[in-house]
């Protein structure tokens, strides 16, 4: 997989998105520590992340409760 850029968010739970869109792989970074790649995600989601009032929020619907497959990369 390529290398995928982050971008640091505002939230009080994640830290970093980044997205590849030719895998389709949504990664997230967390305040914890952990990040996770999630399979399949279309690049809509990824959008309507970059453009949520709360992020955070956004990630519980539309990637959490949507049921990617994910794993976790640390």
Known sequence: ????QMQA???SNLSAVG???A???????FKNGGVYDYSEVPVDVF?????AESI???FHKLVKTAGFKYERRN
């Not at 997989?1 to 995928?4: L, V």
């Not at 895998?23 to 970074?29: E, F, I, N, S, Y």
Request: no cysteine.
């Open 1 to 4: 997989m390529t290398d995928i």
């Open 9 to 11: 968010v505002e939230s």
């Open 19 to 21: 997205y590849d869109p």
């Open 23 to 29: 895998g389709k792989t949504l990664r997230v970074a």
């Open 47 to 51: 959008t309507a992340l970059g453009s």
């Open 56 to 58: 955070g929020g956004a």
